[in-house]
């Protein structure tokens, strides 16, 4: 966020949009899906980047204006928003991908538990990163699209780390890079104020075809829910940050 952002109330948050000279291809619920085969995506690294910014009212960047001007060292601090408590949170939305592999294999990736996953061998997918107050890079997961024919199926989902629910109060985007053709883009629009996970879109592999399909489904629970939601049938237990 630049350092004007939070001064005017209202402006609006920017993201990463990748190579300004290409298109983005706008995922929405009446056009869902895209073939990654048909957009010459094939080859490289798959790049999938959740990127935020916290919802504000007017009201709220008021106050944020006035009390910033009092106190400057207040524009270096991460960005908070009210709870439905009483209590003031940081919001951290972590980026996960639950994946099965051709030969049965099942698994995640997320920075709970320290689950990076490895871009070279199985499960050809890897977290770069964890980014907890939701800063211009955000977080990154690559897949290793060579290959492909290893891999049968993917679900990226955001899920808020051991906080109070406030999908509501952000503006959440994931985007896709492929090594060739136009970015990918889906945005989690819908207001949920109760939720803790959203399941944002799938990969298929359907016939050696590579199908991006928006999900945008938003759960109460954790990963164990968005599990029973897609049928991967993995166990789950109490997860951790590493502190470093």
């Not at 006035?66 to 209590?87: C, D, I, M, W, Y």
């Not at 590579?210 to 990963?223: A, C, H, P, W």
Request: glycine letters at 10%; hydrophobic letters at 35%.
């Amino acid at each position: 966020m630049g350092f004007f952002d939070g001064l005017w109330p209202g402006r609006a948050a920017q993201f990463d949009s990748g190579n300004a000279a290409s298109s983005a291809v706008v995922l929405s619920k009446r056009n869902a899906t895209v073939s990654l085969n048909k957009q010459g995506a094939l080859s490289g690294n798959l790049r999938v980047n959740l990127s935020w910014r916290m919802r504000t009212s007017d009201i709220e960047g008021r106050s944020r204006q006035s009390g910033r001007l009092r106190r400057p060292l207040q524009l270096f601090k991460p960005e908070v928003v009210q709870a439905h408590t009483q209590g003031v949170v940081n919001v951290d939305l972590d980026l996960g991908c639950m994946y099965e592999l051709m030969d049965g294999t099942k698994g995640v990736v997320q920075p709970l538990g320290s689950l990076i996953g490895d871009l070279n061998g199985p499960p050809y997918v890897r977290l770069s990163g964890d980014d907890r107050f939701g800063a211009p890079s955000g977080e990154t997961v690559y897949v290793n699209l060579d290959q492909r024919d290893k891999i049968k199926r993917l679900l990226f989902f955001v899920y808020i780390y051991d906080r109070t629910p406030a999908f509501d109060r952000t503006h959440a985007k994931i985007t896709l890079y492929p090594g060739h053709g136009p970015r990918i883009e889906s945005e989690l629009d819908e207001r949920a104020p109760q939720a803790r996970s959203c399941a944002v879109f799938t990969v298929e592999n359907i016939k050696d075809e590579l199908i991006v399909r928006r999900e945008v489904k938003f759960v109460y629970g954790f990963q164990s829910e968005l599990d029973r939601l897609y049928g991967y049938g993995m166990q789950w237990g109490r997860g951790y940050k590493s502190r470093t």
